[in-house]
């Protein structure tokens, strides 16, 4: 699973695209879930990363 981190909140998914102008997010049954321009996207992030620790990793 990934996290997309955007100045509005987040948005977890389970796979993206790369297009262009940005990303696509689809879900865990591969339903496009949305999609995000780079200029709004601060960063993608591993759930993994996370871990079992919810401190702030940015």
Do not use: K, T, W
């Not at 940005?22 to 049954?29: N, T, V």
């Amino acid at each position: 699973m990934f996290r997309a981190i955007l100045p509005e909140g987040q948005i977890v998914c389970e796979r993206y695209g790369h297009e262009d102008e940005g990303l696509e997010l689809y879900d865990e049954d591969d339903e496009f879930i949305g999609f995000v321009p780079y200029a709004n996207l601060h960063a993608l992030v591993d759930e993994d990363a996370y871990g079992e620790d919810e401190r702030s990793i940015m």
